[in-house]
Antibody, heavy 121, light 107 residues
Framework: QVQLVQSGAEVKKPGASVRVSCKASGYTFTGYAMHWVRQAPGQRLEWMGWINAANGNTKYSQRFQGRVTITRDTSASTAYMELSSLRSEDTAVYYC??????????????WGQGTLVTVSS | DIQMTQSPSSLSASVGDRVTITCRASQSISRFLNWYHQKPGKAPNLLIYGASSLQSGVPSRFSGSGSGTDFTLTISSLQPEDFATYYCQQSYTTPRTFGGGTKVEIK
């Protein structure tokens, strides 16, 4: 079945960078875009950006522009999200989610299980 | 960015109750509106896409309606497994913004 499996929890110091991976299985990786969404404790879901897995084109939220980089390795069917210059407010669960684009609409399904990133000195 | 506003932010209901959650967009998004539910410690799970299309495997007690700026998610008869937080999301444009969530709790 279609599945996204993310890398494990990370603890980072302020100013550091973190890279989260998202391995896809059960479908043709290059046939779909991949979103990255985060959720800080008690906060709403926040879209960070996405990547076209076929050609590597990306688009980022202005909120993270300059700090986030989304890449993919098609040979490994894996997408990556790297966030730099970490601060305590970046403590959150980070999710990848596959994009579906059809005449009926556009949505994200499935989602990875989430990766907790804790930023603490 | 398109702002998504959900109401209420929380509600208490009993098993068997009819529950309605609303979502308003700050500008017209046609029918590019999705609903997800999320249980504690779990990833969001798609319920409704395109404002009213039921995702495969989702029980028929869930339904969605609306277009333009105003949307509704209805649970016709609340079941124990439905106690969760519900989020709307617009997919009209990026950034794909989410509502603030509606936490459905047991009365």
């Amino acid at each position: 079945q279609v599945q996204l499996v993310q890398s494990g929890a990370e603890v980072k110091k302020p100013g550091a960078s973190v890279r989260v991976s998202c391995k896809a299985s059960g479908y043709t990786f290059t046939g779909y875009a991949m979103h990255w969404v985060r959720q800080a404790p008690g906060q709403r879901l926040e879209w960070m950006g996405w990547i076209n897995a076929a050609n590597g084109n990306t688009k980022y939220s202005q909120r993270f522009q300059g700090r986030v980089t989304i890449t993919r390795d098609t040979s490994a069917s894996t997408a990556y999200m790297e966030l730099s210059s970490l601060r305590s407010e970046d403590t959150a669960v980070y999710y990848c989610a596959r994009d579906i684009d059809r005449p009926a609409g556009r949505w994200s399904d499935p989602w990875g299980q989430g990766t907790l990133v804790t930023v603490s000195s | 960015d398109i702002q998504m506003t959900q109401s209420p932010s929380s509600l208490s209901a009993s098993v068997g109750d009819r529950v309605t959650i609303t979502c308003r967009a700050s500008q017209s998004i046609s029918r590019f509106l999705n609903w997800y539910h999320q249980k504690p410690g779990k990833a969001p799970n798609l319920l409704i896409y395109g404002a009213s299309s039921l995702q495969s495997g989702v029980p028929s007690r869930f339904s969605g309606s609306g277009s333009g700026t105003d949307f509704t998610l209805t649970i016709s008869s609340l079941q124990p497994e439905d106690f969760a937080t519900y989020y709307c999301q617009q997919s009209y444009t990026t950034p794909r913004t989410f509502g603030g969530g509606t936490k459905v709790e047991i009365k």
